[in-house]
Structures are given as structure tokens and as C-alpha cells.
């Protein structure tokens, strides 16, 4: 069976309680993912913020953590105010020393709206791409 998942691995030159901080602080998650208003990695806290593919309409993220073990694995629920549809990014931690590898899965994309081009499943993979290659890379290697 095919699917949509999108799943990227990174390595990166830091600790993983770092990395673990890099993905669960508010302050530290504004300086290369989201500025969100609050965030605890705990199950069943649920957050929001505001997003688009570049130049497109904003969309309002819901979000609720589903899993949160620290140092090992975060996860929680994503879909959109207004759209049907509900996927789950998943960050799995992996200690390597003095370095850390994240691998990060986004899966139940094609559960979004098929007529919307802006849900597709290339723009994940772009701007996941991003977010972990470079923006958390710069982030944790700064």
C-alpha cells in the first residue's frame, strides 16, 4: 500500500537533551519552527498557532500532544480550523553521544482535502525539509 507519509532523518551536533529542549521550549521552538503561545510536552495539552505555504492563505493549526516521552519521543495531532481531515507528526530521538539523530513522520496527510493545493503532500515535504535541515540544523549547531 502507498502512502503519504512524510519521513525525514537528521543528525545533528548536539546533545539530545538539547535537542529534546530545541522541540519542547516555547522560546526555543519560536527561534526555528512556530512562535506558539504556550507548549508543554505533555499528553493531552493542546495548542494552536497560524501558518501557510509561502505567499498562501493562514491556517490555524490544532494541535494536541499525544505522546511525550522526553529524550526519546514527541508527538501530537495536527489538522486545520475550518478543513476536515487529521494527521500526526511524530519526533523520535536517537542518542549517538555527542550527537543526535531526530527522525521526524508526518503521517495521515491524505486524510486533508484533496481540492486544496495548499494541504498537498509535496508542500510537507518542503517545508519539513526545511524546518529540519536547516532551520532546527542552524538552530542546535549556531
Not at 508543554?40 to 494541535?63: A, N, T
Not at 549517538?96 to 486524510?111: E, I, N, S, W, Y
Amino acid at each position: 500500500m502507498e502512502t503519504n507519509d512524510v519521513v525525514i532523518e537528521e543528525t545533528f551536533d548536539a546533545q539530545i537533551s538539547q535537542v529534546w529542549k530545541a522541540l519542547t521550549d516555547k522560546d526555543e521552538m519560536k527561534q526555528w519552527y512556530f512562535d506558539l503561545k504556550e507548549f508543554k510536552p505533555e499528553v493531552g495539552f493542546k495548542f494552536d498557532f497560524i501558518g501557510s505555504v509561502e505567499d498562501g492563505e493562514q491556517y490555524v493549526h490544532l494541535c494536541e500532544v499525544t505522546s511525550a516521552k522526553p529524550n526519546e519521543r514527541l508527538s501530537y495531532c495536527w489538522k486545520y480550523k475550518g478543513y476536515s481531515g487529521n494527521s500526526e507528526v511524530i519526533f523520535e530521538l536517537t542518542d549517538k553521544v555527542d550527537q543526535t539523530t531526530v527522525k521526524l513522520t508526518h503521517k495521515g496527510l491524505d486524510t486533508f482535502p484533496k481540492d486544496n493545493p495548499d494541504l498537498a503532500v509535496h508542500n510537507f515535504v518542503e517545508g519539513w525539509n526545511h524546518i529540519i535541515h536547516k532551520s532546527l540544523k542552524n538552530h542546535l549547531e549556531k
